[in-house]
């Protein structure tokens, strides 16, 4: 206030100022929480499942090719071994 009970203008302007930015921050912050509740939480939810699923198929797979890589070697050596044979005879 200024002498005489008038209004400071600085005063007032920085009032202004202050409530016009914790509108824009009211505004945001419920931007950013509605921003979260519809996208960040489903796809952490989603990201969760991925990777229990990624892990149960990694184990799958690796126990698939410990399999077939055993199969081959097998083979292999049955081959190896028909050769060495048919050369012999």
């Known amino acids: 206030m200024v ?3 008038e209004p400071d203008s600085v005063a007032s ?12 921050n009211k505004g945001l912050s419920q ?5 979260e509740r ?3 939480e489903p796809l952490d939810g989603l ?7 990624v892990q ?10 410990n399999g077939l890589h055993t199969d081959r070697t097998h083979m292999l ?10 050369v012999t005879l």
């Open 3 to 5: 002498k005489g009970g």
């Open 13 to 24: 302007a920085i009032a202004r100022v202050k409530s016009s930015m914790e509108a824009v």
């Open 31 to 35: 931007r950013v929480e509605c921003f």
């Open 38 to 40: 519809e996208l960040v």
């Open 47 to 53: 990201q969760r499942l991925y990777k229990g699923e």
């Open 56 to 65: 149960e198929h990694l184990k799958e797979g690796t126990g698939f090719w």
């Open 77 to 86: 050596f049955a081959k190896e071994n028909y050769h060495q044979q048919v």
